[in-house]
């Protein structure tokens, strides 16, 4: 059996994709997600027997249990094209949204999980002519990871690839 932490989880869709594709040779362990009505979604769509956690950046690794593939999807909005492109130094209500990839790093830098599997969007990969992802990448090789990257387009998966596919779908609290 895999265990797998959901970090910036929202309403649990990449956690649904992994479920889909493991069943039951994936347990999630742990989550992490501190937008209180994400939160409540997600516990609408996944019955786990822990609390989610709030803010990933007050959580230490060591309250982290052992884990083997690390989900993910640390936020976008600091290199959307849709944005404000801020990257590394966006700043929302205080925080910066643009750093929190960081936390991954920190985490799977002490776990050592077997897989990293970071999502995001496009603009991530040409922010700032490319040095924004140049130093996730590094950022990955150093705690000794390979890193693969695929852009991908939503639209060559099918209308449900977004909100959830087969016997499960994502449900909106």
Same mark, same amino acid.
């Given at each position: ?26 347990? #999630? ?80 830098? @002490? @776990?050592?999980? @077997? ?16 040095? #924004?992802?140049?130093?996730? #990448?590094? #950022? ?34």
């Amino acid at each position: 059996m895999l265990k797998s932490i959901d970090l910036f989880a929202g309403i649990g869709g990449i956690r649904l994709g992994f479920e889909q594709a493991f069943g039951e040779d994936l347990k #999630t362990v742990f989550v992490s997600e501190w937008d209180e009505h994400a939160q409540k979604t997600y516990k609408a769509n996944f019955a786990d027997d822990f609390e989610i956690a709030g803010d990933i950046t007050k959580i230490s690794e060591n309250d982290i249990p052992d884990f083997d593939i690390c989900l993910a999807g640390f936020p976008c909005q600091a290199f959307s094209l849709a944005g404000q492109r801020k990257g590394f130094a966006d700043d929302y209500k205080g925080m910066s949204r643009g750093t929190l990839f960081f936390d991954v790093a920190r985490i799977c830098d @002490k @776990k050592k999980p @077997k897989v990293i599997f970071c999502e995001n969007v496009k603009g991530l990969t040409i922010h700032d002519k490319g040095r #924004t992802f140049n130093i996730i #990448t590094n #950022t990955l090789k150093e705690i000794g990871y390979t890193p693969f990257e695929k852009v991908l387009n939503s639209r060559d998966f099918g209308r449900h690839f977004c909100c959830g596919m087969g016997k499960k779908e994502l449900r909106y609290a």
